[in-house]
Nanobody, 116 residues
Framework: VQLQASGGGLVQPGGSLRLSCAASGSIVRINVMGWYRQAPGNQRELVAT???????NYVDSVKGRFTISRDNAKNTVYLQMTSLKPEDTAVYYC???????????WGQGTQVTVSS
């Protein structure tokens, strides 16, 4: 499975961006898709995840500002980011998990910079 992320860029504080990540390859069923981010000097952290047919999960710092969604037919996950803050600046990575047998896949990362 290959993950291709897109949609990052430079945005002013308070602005919005939408990230997309499409999975391709030998896909049987992707159980969970999600987004993680890593800022310079920090560990990679979970931003949001969404299981197939289940409720989304968010880190507290983005609740109410970010929305994760997925299109199972297209094996694509989205992250709509609004009210962006400078502390949201990071490389954002998409992630896909297959449970049986367990496999964990990462995209290449897309840079999000929030700055005036």
């Amino acid at each position: 499975v290959q993950l291709q992320a897109s949609g990052g860029g430079l945005v002013q504080p308070g602005g919005s961006l939408r990230l997309s990540c499409a999975a391709s390859g030998s896909i049987v069923r992707i159980n969970v898709m999600g987004w993680y981010r890593q800022a310079p000097g920090n560990q990679r952290e979970l931003v949001a995840t969404i299981p197939s047919g289940g409720a989304a999960n968010y880190v507290d710092s983005v609740k109410g500002r970010f929305t994760i969604s997925r299109d199972n037919a297209k094996n694509t996950v989205y992250l709509q980011m609004t009210s962006l803050k400078p502390e949201d600046t990071a490389v954002y990575y998409c992630n896909a998990q297959v449970f049986f047998p367990y496999s964990n896949y990462w995209g290449q990362g897309t840079q999000v910079t929030v700055s005036s």
